[in-house]
């Protein structure tokens, strides 16, 4: 079982930045593959971001590359992603996710733990 707790959503301008926390509770946090994902209002949770366990290898989805770079410290538990050049489409409730696997994957169903989400608004 693994608590995850995200914060640093807020209000920005196009163009600008934020950085997202999530922190998870337990002592296996290096086990877990960290996946980021998010959701607005009327559409499906997308995929975002995700890193492996030992944070040497991440993938993200076409419409952040190049944008936002995710990374963790497993020493304090936590995931990082970092926005940069936010747009207004990149609105939306954006979630952390776990999941114990042997391979990174994108599928939100197969993430096993969820944190409840912080608001990314950007206005244009």
């Known amino acids: 079982q693994v608590l995850l707790v995200e914060s640093g959503g807020g209000l920005v301008q196009a163009g600008g930045s934020l950085r997202l926390s999530c922190a998870a509770s337990?002592?296996?946090?290096?086990?877990?593959?960290m996946g980021w994902f998010r959701q607005a209002p009327g559409n499906e949770r997308e995929f975002v971001g995700q890193i492996n366990s030992d944070g040497y290898i991440k993938s993200y989805a076409d419409s952040v590359k190049g944008r936002f770079t995710i990374s963790r410290d497993n020493a304090k538990n936590t995931v990082y992603l970092e926005m940069n050049s936010l747009k207004p489409e990149d609105t939306a409730k954006y979630y952390c996710?776990?999941?114990?696997?042997?391979?990174?994957?994108?599928?939100?169903?197969?993430?096993?733990?969820w944190g409840q989400g912080t608001q990314v608004t950007v206005s244009s």
């Open positions: 996710a776990a999941v114990v696997a042997p391979s990174l994957t994108t599928t939100a169903s197969e993430y096993a733990y």
């Open positions: 337990g002592r296996t946090f290096s086990r877990y593959v």
